[in-house]
Each structure stands twice: as structure tokens, then as C-alpha cells.
């Protein structure tokens, strides 16, 4: 469709908001009336030139055939369309016959909807446009809305004709009809400062995606194929794809593309819809509601999967459908990943609530059609932002999921785009490309493509997006992908780079192991009455509890003067905004735990006074003497009771000895297999915490201290210990590898990958600069400087 014929459409169609609606609807609302409004006017103009042979078949249905219900399939094929209007009524001809009685004018029109198929009775229903007619109509705008929509000077049909003036009004094409529904669906959210991009993507996008999808298998793509997007918006990427097919692949090929989608909102897939109805396309293939809480396809595999998810949204609404606690119940978001020591275990692939973006992903890998079904195998293209790439710890839910798709050879390249591209986000964006059938060439690697600096500005902002693709950046960047090799950026006369570059990676340079280094606890103790204190009170309530023993006294140890209170006490926390659930306000009023808590504090009392107030320098001493001190007053103490005392009365001191955790002794056996298992030699076992005494194969461990703990990220391809006593070792002697908490990462870093040094200006330049500037500040400067 001409570019121009295309802009006058949108014009004329936005217009009729301001022309008609304008004191019926608060302008956040116009939408409501034009979308749908623009949707069924197109349906209308499709069903007009068979509009008799309908009539005709419906009446011979129900008069010669007496059928008691239409027969669908009969109408469909007489209509052309998988869809039909059984009602006397096109839009045109209720407007034909109109009168000032709006009323009228409403029973006809609520008896032309009633007459669509079950299909546009549901895009009707989604649109909510029932109610918007009888708004119309009660504000007696209804006759002139129709009347703009049924204008000889606008042309929503596929055919041509001549508007008032004897002007050619050209056809509009399925592919027109999706640019002006986007047109308007991006400028009704602009006015309103709403996302634009959640619902559409631009189409230079769509096009580089498709590109990158079906070039690469351009000679083997099948002539039944399927092609699902599971947040398809208003279906921009699954149109886009099959048009792609059928004009660069269909020539003398008769492909059958069936195409499949999933919308959450209900407007954009009541457009999603109708636009698989006048296109052809089966609309039952596209669902509604959330991708995310049903897998409305659980049986069905796809060949090419092209997706722009929503990001950086989230996802907690529907956690009570993918998790029940900790555990994942969503086979989609479950992996099977092998841990340090090469043991598999069923691992949650979730990412964190506020952005779900990695579950669309994980949803096309669920997707994906063995090769044992398809040669081809299936080729994904994802868009998302960069906290796809990197977000997330080792272990967790979004360091599984790119692991996964690393470790199983589906990651082929990642594209980096420019900024300001998309409608609705000056963020970078990047387009994920996956196959579960890499050609050899690409086998156990990566390319990652730097695209961010190809691009034409725009000359008017549409939204955030400022640049755009042009043809020729498109070709550029498919080019590159096809080739898989790396290329370096260009730089300019200004130091400045410029261009593409792409860099090509192993699988394992993205990994690392996540390793905790240890450090011994070094502690001194001493009793005092002020230590001892803080073991009246919960940790977890101690702001309430200290109010309360501040304000009654040793009168709260009684259960009925706990409840006299209690009321008071809760206005109290209102008034500092301290938030109590059912299970904190039960334990704070509870007698038998403020009785505990203060058995507890009378024992420690009785400890101090046995073995007084001496400061221990070696906290193994102390232990000692408090084992002892405990047994000699018969005190009855839990081993969690016995450990608050004691971490009250001590703390951590550099200059303190070691705190021992357990000494043991190994056997030829033991050593061998512990030596295994830490993959080292018997001189190294110190590194791994293991300290050899005086005494033949008997070690001493020690307990670590949590608060000096530091971890490191070690490359896979780099070996734990080495790394260690390279990097660790020289600055911190007495540390140690915690080999049980290693945990496998990956994360794609293009910065570190693609930053390229620009070296500063030279002083001569900076000099040039100063003195340029002089000459325009009429000598000011040189007073300044004293020149």
C-alpha cells in the first residue's frame, strides 16, 4: 500500500474522533469506539459483494432444507470467508435507511451484530462494542459515526473505487489493513502515554527477525509449516512472517502456513482476530487470556516461533499457576541441569516476579519440534532486554535459564539493536536466536552481533523509537549471521566507532562457577550483664517487646495481665507503623514464650556469675568452661538455647585465635576419597580447609565466618584451584575453597565484549579547542588564563 494513501487513511479514521466523539467520550476513551469500529467496517466491506448469495443460502436452509440451526460450513464457503453476516443489514445500508430516531437506528444495528458467525460474535463480545452502539445512540452520535465510517471518501475495502470527486480510491490490502490498525493502535497510546510497544513491534523489527529466522534454511523450508507467537499482540509478527514466506519463498510453491498466537488483552485480540479472519487464516488457532497460567498448547510443537514478550512486568499474579511454595508444578519452567560434580537434579527455571520475560522464552523451548519429527528441527526469534542477558545468580532461576539453552546447544546468536528503536522504550534491546538443529559449523558456539550503531534517525519522533533500520542495515546484519564469522567494528575520523561488529564465542565462555571463600571465625568472649540483656526479647519482635517490658515491667509475665495490655500495644505498633501478622501477634502475647525468654535470660545470668566476667581471648576456651559451667549448676539448656547465650557474650576479633569446628581423623580410605572429591593432592588439603596437626592423618576444620565470607566467579574453562592460588591465595593466606557451595552461572556480557577504547584528546587538540573558543569570546579567556 503507498505510504501516503496510508497516512490520509489514519488521518481521516482519527478524525472521526475528534469530528463525532469529542463531547461523548473523555479522549482516553475514543479507542473504545474507533478500533472496533474500524474492525467491523473492514469485515463489512469484505462480506458486501456476497451479501445476497448468503440471504439466498440462509433462506433455502430454513424454508426448501428446513434446517432447524444454519449450517456454518455452507455459509462460509458462499461468503468466501471463515465468517459470514446472516442479518438483511450492511453498515452501509442502515445508514442508507436511517432516520433522527436513534433508537431505530439501534435496533437495526443490534439486529446486523446479532447476524455475524460465532467468530465476530466473540470479537464483538471482546471489543465490548454492544455497549458502545447504545452509548452512541443515547448521545445521538451513533448516525454520524456510521456515516464517517460508511463514507464514499475512504476506502476500507480490498477493491478500488472512485470517491465523490472521480478520484481512484485504491484497494487496501490485508497488509495495509494491519498498518493502519497499528497506526492507530500507536497513536491512541501516545495520546494517552501508554506502552505502544506491548501491543505491536516495528515493522523494520519484524522484517530483520524473519530475515534472521528463514534465510539461514531458505532451500528447506517445508510446505506445511506453523509459526506461533505466544504474546502475539495484534498478530503484527505472525502476518508479517507469512507474508514474508509467500512473497520472497512462495513462487511456484503452494505452502500451507498455519499460524498460531496467544493474547492476554482483550482488544488487541478481538484485532489479532479479525485480522486471521480477512487474511484467511484460522482464527481458532489464535487464544485468549494468559500465556503464562495455562499452556493453551501443551500438545502442539511449532516450527518457527517469533516473539517480542512483554518485559520488565510482572509475573506474581500467576505464580500460584507455575508455583506452589519454593516447588515449580509448570513443566515448562522446570530443567534438568548436572551440578559441580556432574549429578543431575530437576531445577526451578522461574525468574524473579517483576520481570517474566525469560518465561516466554522458556515456553518456545518447551515448543520446540525434535528433529526426529522435523529435519529442520524449529527456529526461534525473541526480543528482550538486557536483563535477560545477566540477571540473576549463579543457581538462580534466570542463570538456569540461560544455562539450559546454552549447555543444550540452542543459543545461535544474539543481536544487539540500537536504542530508541522500539515505541515505547529507549532501552537496548537484543533479539535472541535459538535452534535445536545447528548446522556443524555452528556447533558448541555463539555469535553475538553489536547492531547498536546501524541506524537512520527518523526525522519526527514516533514516541521513544528516534532511528530505524533502513533496507540496506538489515541486509548488513543477516549477512554477518549468515556468515557466523566475527567482524571487526570500523572506526571514523573522530576516534568514534562505527558500524557492525560481531564476535563469536564457545558455549563454556559464558559459564562460570560461583564459589565461596572462606575464612576462619576468629572470636573473644566475655560475660556482662548489657550482653546478657538482649536475651529477653525475639529477635523477630524486639521493638514491640522492648516498649513492652520498658512500659510494665516483670508484671507482664502473667498470662492475664499479657491480655489487659494488648490492645494498648497493638494501638502502639499502629502508631509506628510496625505491621504484625496473625502468627507475630500470637507469639507476642504469648506467656509461655515470654516466660522462656526469660528462663533463658536467668540461666546466662547464672552462667556469668559461675564463671565471671574474664574476656577469653580463645573462644575454644570458653566453650569449655561453659560446657562445664552448665553441667556443674545442672542447668537444662537446648543446643539453640546454648548458642544464644554464647553468641551473645562473644564477638568477632581479628586478633583472636582460630574457632575450632571439629577435628577428625581419616584413614588411608577416607583421605583417598576426600581427595577425590576435592580433586586435589593431599599437600592441598589446607586450601580446601583441611588442616593436618602434629598427628599422623588427623585435620582440624574451622568454623567460617559469615560476615568475611567473599565469593568468586571462576570462568569454566579455568580450573577452582589454580584460580584460587592465583588470585586468592597471595592476598589472603588463611582462606579457604568451600567446594560444597560451588554453583554453575551464565551471563552474556556485551559491554565487556564489545567496549572499545577511545583514547583522549590529545593536549595540542584540547589547545586548538581553547583557543577556537577564544577567538569567539573576544580575548575573555586569555585575561582568565593570563595569556
Avoid at 589446607?686 to 559469615?706: H, I, L, M, P, R
Wanted: glycine content about 6%; some cysteine.
Amino acid at each position: 500500500m503507498d505510504h501516503s494513501v496510508h497516512n490520509k487513511l489514519v488521518s481521516f479514521i482519527w478524525s472521526i474522533a475528534d469530528d463525532c466523539l469529542r463531547d461523548v467520550y473523555v479522549r482516553g476513551k475514543y479507542r473504545d469506539v474507533i478500533l472496533p469500529m474500524v474492525v467491523l467496517r473492514r469485515l463489512d466491506t469484505l462480506l458486501e459483494p456476497t451479501k445476497q448469495q448468503v440471504l439466498d443460502e440462509v433462506r433455502e436452509q430454513k424454508e426448501e432444507q428446513d434446517f432447524i440451526e444454519l449450517d456454518a460450513l455452507s455459509l462460509q464457503h458462499v461468503s468466501g470467508y471463515v465468517f459470514y453476516n446472516t442479518s438483511k443489514w450492511t453498515l452501509k445500508s442502515l445508514f442508507d435507511t436511517a432516520t433522527n430516531n436513534q433508537q431505530i437506528l439501534l435496533a437495526n444495528f443490534e439486529d446486523y451484530l446479532r447476524g455475524f458467525s460465532d467468530n465476530v460474535k466473540e470479537i464483538i463480545t471482546r471489543f465490548n462494542l454492544q455497549n458502545q452502539i447504545r452509548h452512541m445512540a443515547n448521545k445521538d452520535v451513533l448516525l454520524d459515526v456510521l456515516e464517517k465510517f460508511v463514507s464514499p471518501k475512504i476506502n476500507l475495502s480490498p477493491f478500488d473505487m472512485t470517491d465523490p470527486d472521480g478520484y481512484k480510491l485504491a484497494g487496501l490490502s490485508n497488509l495495509g489493513m494491519g498498518y493502519v490498525f497499528e497506526e492507530l493502535i500507536r497513536k491512541f497510546n501516545e495520546e494517552n502515554n501508554e506502552e505502544a510497544g506491548e501491543h505491536f513491534t516495528p515493522r523494520e523489527v519484524i522484517e530483520l527477525m524473519t530475515h534472521l529466522v528463514f534465510d539461514p534454511i531458505k532451500d528447506q523450508i517445508p510446505y506445511a509449516l506453523s509459526v506461533y507467537d505466544p504474546a502475539c499482540g495484534s498478530g503484527g509478527m505472525l502476518t508479517e512472517s507469512q507474508n514474508f514466506i509467500e512473497e520472497r519463498y512462495g513462487e511456484n510453491v503452494d505452502r500451507d502456513i498455519f499460524l498460531y498466537g496467544k493474547e492476554i488483552n482483550d482488544e488487541t485480540y478481538a484485532i489479532c482476530k479479525s485480522d486471521m479472519m480477512i487474511k484467511g487464516n484460522n482464527p481458532e488457532n489464535i487464544r485468549v487470556g494468559s500465556t503464562l497460567s495455562t499452556d493453551e498448547f501443551a500438545s502442539t510443537r511449532f516450527d518457527f516461533m517469533l516473539s517480542n514478550p512483554p518485559y520488565g512486568k510482572s509475573w506474581a499474579s500467576e505464580q500460584k499457576y507455575i508455583k506452589n511454595g519454593n516447588d515449580v508444578i509448570d513443566p515448562r519452567f522446570k530443567v534438568i541441569l548436572k551440578d559441580y560434580w556432574g549429578n543431575e537434579a530437576e531445577l526451578d527455571a522461574t525468574p524473579r516476579s517483576s520481570d517474566g520475560q525469560l518465561l516466554f522464552l522458556m515456553e518456545m523451548v518447551s515448543k520446540l519440534k525434535p528433529t526426529s519429527i522435523s529435519p529442520i528441527g524449529s527456529r526461534i526469534a525473541s526480543v528482550h532486554n538486557g536483563s535477560s542477558l545477566f540477571t540473576g545468580d549463579a543457581g538462580g532461576g534466570e542463570s538456569n535459564i540461560r544455562r539450559y539453552i546454552i549447555e543444550n546447544d540452542l543459543l545461535n546468536a544474539i543481536v544487539q539493536l540500537p536504542n530508541n528503536l522500539f515505541y515505547n522504550t529507549g532501552i537496548t534491546t537484543y533479539i535472541w536466536l535459538l535452534s535445536n538443529n545447528k548446522p556443524e559449523n555452528r556447533k558448541g558456539k555463539v555469535q553475538l552481533i553489536d547492531a547498536s550503531l546501524l541506524y537512520r534517525k527518523l526525522r519526527k519522533n514516533l514516541g521513544n523509537k528516534n532511528c530505524e533500520f533502513a533496507p540496506e542495515h538489515i541486509a548488513e546484519i543477516v549477512q554477518c549471521y549468515l556468515d557466523g564469522h566475527e567482524l571487526n567494528r570500523q572506526i571514523d575520523s573522530n576516534h568514534d566507532p562505527i558500524g557492525l561488529a560481531a564476535k563469536v564465542f564457545d558455549n563454556q565462555d559464558f559459564g562460570y562457577y560461583k564459589v565461596n571463600i572462606e575464612r576462619p571465625d576468629r572470636r573473644k568472649a566475655q560475660f556482662s550483664l548489657d550482653k546478657l540483656e538482649g536475651l529477653k526479647f525475639d529477635k523477630s519482635l524486639l521493638e514491640p517487646m522492648q516498649y513492652m517490658l520498658e512500659k510494665y515491667g516483670d508484671d507482664l509475665y502473667t498470662a492475664e495481665f499479657l491480655k489487659k495490655v494488648e490492645k494498648d500495644v497493638m494501638a502502639w505498633c499502629d502508631s509506628q507503623d510496625i505491621s504484625l501478622n496473625t502468627k507475630a501477634k500470637t507469639k507476642l502475647f504469648d506467656i509461655k514464650h515470654w516466660l522462656s525468654l526469660n528462663a533463658l535470660f536467668e540461666s546466662a545470668k547464672a552462667l556469668m556469675q559461675h564463671i565471671g566476667n574474664v574476656e577469653y581471648n580463645d573462644y575454644n576456651v570458653f566453650k569449655k568452661d561453659v560446657d562445664k559451667a552448665i553441667n556443674d549448676l545442672g542447668l537444662s539448656l537446648s543446643a539453640p538455647e546454648k548458642n544464644s547465650i554464647l553468641n551473645a557474650v562473644s564477638w568477632y576479633d581479628e586478633t583472636a585465635e582460630k574457632v575450632i569446628k571439629k577435628v577428625i581423623k581419616l584413614n588411608a580410605e577416607k583421605r583417598d576419597d576426600l581427595l577425590n572429591y576435592l580433586g586435589c593432592q593431599e599437600k592441598d588439603l589446607a586450601d580446601f580447609g583441611y588442616y593436618a596437626t602434629v598427628k599422623s592423618g588427623e585435620y582440624v576444620t574451622y568454623e567460617s565466618n559469615a560476615d568475611i565470607r567473599d565469593s568468586e566467579s571462576i570462568p569454566l574453562k579455568q580450573h577452582i584451584h589454580t584460580y584460587f592460588l592465583d588470585e586468592v591465595k597471595p592476598h589472603v593466606d588463611e582462606a579457604w575453597i568451600n567446594l560444597d557451595s560451588v554453583k554453575i552461572g551464565y551471563e552474556i556480557s556485551f559491554n565487556k565484549y564489545f567496549y572499545q577504547h577511545k583514547p583522549l584528546r590529545s593536549l595540542d587538540d584540547v589547545a586548538k579547542d581553547i583557543l577556537a573558543l577564544e577567538k569567539q569570546a573576544d580575548g575573555l579567556i586569555a585575561q582568565i588564563l593570563g595569556i
